[in-house]
């Protein structure tokens, strides 16, 4: 039965998109990038796994399947993508892994992953999902939601299982030298637990069959255990070091959906910067909008967003020009004349009414005639 399905990380990726438009040094660009390839790297792979997991044991009644398990416990986390439990309380806990080009394990145990250049060592995930096991045992031991026989706690028993892509290539050492049975391709998940069942004792078979629970007791336990979840709440902005305004959350969500809508069209409708003329995009657009403060409402191409000296020499009229018109707005100057009433209006108005061109069917409208519109 399925308890819990894989967490959607969308959201994430959407987050680090918007910090790739604004202003970032070289490093913090590669950063951001890297971080949006490894949030995808990572989804693929657990998508992966949570495949031939589904496929074979989301539907059974002796099996609780629990995904992106995120659980915190006295100052510890530990983010386990997998976790399988049957009915004999046997809990395997798995970690997905996506290694493109391979991996290769040493007699000392040692993981390293080939670049397409050279090898690189990185941790241990054998060693890494003992630490999950650990953490979990300690959850379950000491908050109370086991299930009991007599009033006694059952002791579960872990299982630690590392699964890679089915086309990734996995170099082993010798098993006389190093175990490596629980580092496993995804697709023979399925088998590897058949085989160690299989291969159970006598006196584990009658000590399994002591702990058996029913499937209503099984799923109430896993479902104990999901309340335990605790999504990640990670600040992107602050773990790069990226300076982001502060803009109310409705109001910036309204001008990524305008953004959104409007991705790729925007040169075609004809926006332009109001400084030197040329086309801009969605994201220049959707930048100055969150800045209106900045810009003072106005549509600046990322060459006039820069002061004077850092632009061209031949933009610096037309910062200059922006800047002027800044404050004349700033001081009241009128800028226009409203179409309904003859009002003068400054050039807030008039920027307004150019961006909402069909609300205001091209005409230029004072604040009050634009409520009556």
Partial sequence: MLIKA???????????????DRQLTAKQRFLIEREIKCIGSGA???????????????DSTNWAVIHDLRLEHRGFVAQIDHLLINRYLDIYVLESKNYYYGIKITPEGEFLVWNGKTYIAIESPIEQNKRHIDLLDRLLQQTGILPTRLGIPISPSFINYVMVAPNSRVDRPAKAKFDTDVAIKADALVASIDKRIDSTSPAGVMTSLAKVVS???????????VRFHRPSKIDYAGKFGVNVPDVPPETEQKAATSTASMAGSDTRKGIACEACGAAVDGKVVYYCRINVERFAGKVLCRTCQQSPKTAPSHQAKAVESVREGNRSDSQGEKKGICAKCGAGVDGKVVFFC???KAKFEGKILCRTCQQTS
């Fill in 6 to 20: 894989r967490d959607n990380h969308d959201a994430d990726v959407e987050t680090l998109q918007r910090l790739l």
């Fill in 354 to 356: 150019r961006m909402n």
């Fill in 44 to 58: 693929r792979g657990e998508e992966s796994s949570a495949y031939y997991i589904d496929f074979r044991y989301k």
């Fill in 215 to 225: 499937p209503e007791t099984l799923e109430t336990f896993a479902r104990k255990l």
